[in-house]
């Protein structure tokens, strides 16, 4: 009975647990003995259990209400576009497209933001005067974020007419909390996914093995690299006594982390659809091959960016005020400047509210928002100076060693933007930066008592000289995929299938029994959740 209680126990439902694979079992073999026509409802059931599951079964309650907020939004979803589509003067439609737009947003805002604007406002006020933190977290549904995005696109697109409303429910309430795409996304699109999900499927078992072989490559980057590096990064960022050497490879190591946890969660969910033969869009694509941060944020997280541009920059653009502002700047500054004064400033709409949905903290406006905008203005508008001093240099900017350097520039820019983001605070975050810069030379001179000082951080995780090798390991096979990827454009399960099947079988169970054998658990382990899990 002690061991049904502690499967059952909130925490262990998660993507990399045992009971997540045993729903993943049972989906699969339900989805392809059922009637085809039946498919469809064999996932709306796999969403259902699958976000009361995430949310624990320890009570009924814990179970039922994240599942009444997920069809509360899915009505929202649902009805709002259809009054859109009968209400007959365009001041109606616009009326219900705001009210929609409201009301997911304030879904959002209650479940998610309320309690980190009630302490950022907190530190402002004395103490007598404080307010009482509100949390209504632990009845969201798990990924709330992404299929309230989801579903004000769909509100949208049917307000600009781009296909005309769904008539049924429930295959609404199916494709806004698909569960693969719940997690950490990614943020699916209607018209995108609608054909996939409702069209019958045999079973295919090349289809089958590419997902699981995905799914064991996220399984690899979650359980092997990500909670591995997670121990390290924690001890360097958590201790205030780390000077700049340690914490900037602290840095880079969270980089290596953060990525490993986003994109292994995006291959388990992916490779999840795939299993089940629906096509849900890619979320990565080789970020740090980008030479610029604008390039690497068309690469990271690429369904939140494509849906920022459509449904917040290109909207603003084109809305009476900006037009104006357009028009005065224009004026003012020329024809120049008045194209791109308007859309900088769109743009700083854009990633305030890209902070604001990865949390109301200031650190996260800051670091996700506004700290980007910055850098990637910034960098637009020293281009020319950039492009001169190239020149002037005589620097080949189409060789391997500049496009490297590109690399290495925007992955410390990230890095910067990073420190704020793993930071407790933002004013903490600050202090650790003002750290490095006062530690820097220092750790220069001692450059032995730094590494000394990292050494120390893995010992303190628990850690030996072997975990150093496995996280070597790890970053070794992250790159050499990408190499194979990027610049030599390889599919590397392709190539895998093409190779002679004993090579195949024996890769894909050394990744297998590498996992098991070098993954972050055991005794007393609790699963971790994945960084961007809202």
């Known amino acids: ?194 054909e996939s999900l409702f069209t019958p499927h045999s079973f295919d078992y090349q289809k089958f093995k590419f997902g699981a072989e995905r799914v064991i490559y996220g399984f690899f980057k979650k359980l092997v690299i990500a909670d591995r590096a997670s121990a390290v990064t924690g001890a360097l960022f958590g201790n205030p006594e780390t000077t ?48 610029n941060l604008s390039e690497f944020w068309r690469r990271w997280h690429i369904t939140l960016g494509l849906w920022a541009k459509d449904y917040i920059m290109y909207p603003l653009l084109k809305s009476k005020p900006f037009f104006e502002l357009g028009v005065w700047c224009r004026k003012k500054f020329g024809r120049k400047l008045g194209k791109t004064i308007p859309s900088y400033v769109a743009m700083l709409a854009l990633w305030i509210i890209i902070g604001l949905w990865h949390g109301g903290a200031p650190k996260y406006v800051f670091s996700s928002g506004i700290l980007l905008w910055i850098t990637i203005v910034g960098g637009q508008l020293l281009q020319p100076a950039f492009d001169k001093l190239s020149g002037f240099l005589r620097i080949n900017r189409k060789s391997g060693a500049y496009g490297i350097f590109c690399n290495f520039r925007t992955l410390c820019l990230m890095c910067f933007a990073w420190l704020f983001f793993s930071a407790d605070t933002l004013t903490s975050g600050a202090k650790a930066f003002i750290r490095i810069i006062r530690t820097f030379p220092g750790d220069l001179i001692h450059i032995g ?45 392709q190539k895998l299938q093409d190779t002679n099947i004993a090579v195949e079988w024996f890769v894909l169970f050394f990744f297998i029994f590498f996992v098991i054998i070098f993954g972050i658990y055991g005794p007393g382990y609790n699963v971790a959740d994945f960084i961007y899990n809202l």
């Not at 993507?15 to 073999?29: A, I, K, W």
């Not at 409303?165 to 699109?189: C, H, K, M, N, T």
């Not at 292994?264 to 080789?286: H, K, S, V, W, Y």
């Not at 975990?467 to 390889?490: Q, R, S």
Request: charged share 15%; net charge positive; hydrophobic share 55%.
């Open 449 to 493: 008592a730094s590494a000394g000082h990292i050494i120390a951080a893995f010992k303190s995780a628990g850690y030996n000289l072997y975990d150093i090798l496995i996280l070597m390991f790890g970053f070794a096979v992250l790159l050499t995929v990408g190499i194979l990827t990027e610049k030599m454009g390889f599919n590397v399960r």
């Open 244 to 291: 700049a050497v340690p914490y900037i490879f602290g840095l880079f190591l969270f980089a290596l982390q953060l990525y490993s946890d986003f994109s292994g969660c995006m291959d388990i969910m992916l490779g999840t659809a795939e299993i089940l033969q629906i096509e849900l869009p890619e979320n990565f694509r080789r970020p740090f091959f980008a030479r």
């Open 1 to 194: 009975m002690e061991l049904v209680t502690d499967i059952l126990r909130h925490s262990l439902f998660r993507l990399t647990s045992p009971p997540f694979l045993l729903f993943l079992l049972v989906m699969t073999v339900v989805y392809y003995s059922v009637p085809k026509k039946h498919q469809w409802k064999v996932l709306l059931a796999g969403n259902a259990l699958f976000i009361g599951l995430y949310a624990g079964i320890m009570s009924v309650w814990q179970f039922a209400l994240p599942l009444a907020v997920y069809l509360a939004a899915s009505l929202i979803i649902y009805s709002v576009p259809i009054i859109i589509q009968r209400a007959g003067a365009e001041r109606k439609k616009r009326a219900a497209l705001i009210a929609g737009i409201a009301c997911l947003s304030l879904l959002f805002v209650l479940f998610r933001l309320a309690n980190s604007f009630i302490l950022t406002i907190n530190g402002f006020l004395p103490d007598g005067w404080r307010l009482s933190p509100i949390s209504f977290s632990w009845i969201a549904p798990v990924g709330i974020a992404y299929f309230l995005l989801s579903g004000i696109g769909y509100i949208v697109d049917v307000y600009w007419e781009k296909y005309p409303a769904e008539r049924s429910f429930a295959r609404v309430a199916l494709i806004a909390g698909f569960f693969p795409a719940l997690v950490s996304g990614p943020i699916v699109r209607y018209d995108k996914i609608s």
